[in-house]
């Protein structure tokens, strides 16, 4: 009986949601007195061995090539035949793009229960009990688990990285891997950027910024923080900015440390994406804009005179020319 942990990788390199699962996957391995182990699919530019320092004591790399694309179909065939060989009890995914497409269809395939979004550990002295966000983050629910296989996805930025000593004994697991039934025939990549689900810093703008030739200031604002830029939906519905871009309850749910909106009014839409930021700032020129209440720190005022100025402090502030 272990805890496994699916690292999630992008360009061959583990992303930060991973470093997350696997910190909590470790807690909760040893909340339950077992192993933390990690399972990695296709091919890996890193260094496997130094995962150890995020508490998974192995690593089960099943390194095909197949695997190099991700296809939700057959990576959940191949993260279920390593749950059997490892006889996982616990399996820990991120809540992000990938995570929602494997967790529930593994699911359903091992009849394990499985609680999406969680924001804390599973309260294990009375059964197995993971706490949620629901409604929109508007409040929370406590889900007992009572499956003997369970699947855990971890919301972005809920548990924090613990980084520590040691190195994971990587094993490689070889795997019947099915030929995937839809071909990627090409793909596009936003260049550049800062990408959005994994930014700690978010810049966003609203309906507030009248027209797509004003979102100079927006970008100047996020490159000197190091931000990555978002929108609100009818933003990227009038295709100001690409949808991309677009956060809130139809678009990304998102987590950063810090999230300035400018020009966005607050709909309870556009908060269930982005009301679990650690700080909130809105600029607004509407003292009575809704998105005010969930603000930490509010400027009133118009946007055109702020960001700039903003920008300009802080470029001050870190001696950028
Ligand atoms: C089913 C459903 C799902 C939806 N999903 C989403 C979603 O995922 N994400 C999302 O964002 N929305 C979503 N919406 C739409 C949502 O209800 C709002 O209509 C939308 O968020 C409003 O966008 P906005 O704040 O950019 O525009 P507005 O509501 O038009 O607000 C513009 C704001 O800019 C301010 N402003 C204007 N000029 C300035 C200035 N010069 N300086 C500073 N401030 C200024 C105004 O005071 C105002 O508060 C959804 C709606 C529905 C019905």
Known sequence: ?????????????????????????????NQLNTTAEGVILGSAAEDLTALGKYGVQKIHHVNNETLNHFDAQVYTKVIAQVVEAAGSAVIIFSNNMDGKAIAPRLSARLKAGLVSGAVALPDINNGFIVKKNVFSGKAFANIAVDTP?????????????????????????TATVDAPKVKVTSTSKASGEIPLTEAEIVVSAGRG???????????????????????????????????????????????????????????????????????IVVINKDPEAPFFKAADYGIVGDAFEIVPKMTEAIKKMRGVA
């Open 209 to 279: 910024l009248k027209g797509p030739e004003n979102w100079g200031m927006v970008e100047d604002l996020a490159k000197v923080l190091h931000a990555a830029t978002a929108c609100s939906r009818p933003v990227a519905d009038a295709h100001w900015r690409p949808h991309n871009e677009h956060v809130g309850q139809t678009g990304f749910a998102i987590a950063p440390n810090l999230y300035i909106a400018i020009g966005i009014s607050g709909a309870i839409q556009h908060l269930a994406g982005v009301n679990r930021s650690k700080v």
């Open 149 to 173: 296989v369970k699947i855990i996805s971890l919301n972005a930025n809920a548990y924090k990285i613990v980084e520590g000593e040691g190195t994971a004994e990587v094993a490689l697991f």
């Open 1 to 29: 009986m272990s805890v496994l942990i699916f690292i999630d990788q992008a360009e061959g390199h583990v992303k930060k949601s991973s470093l997350e699962a696997m910190s909590y996957g470790a807690k909760i391995a």
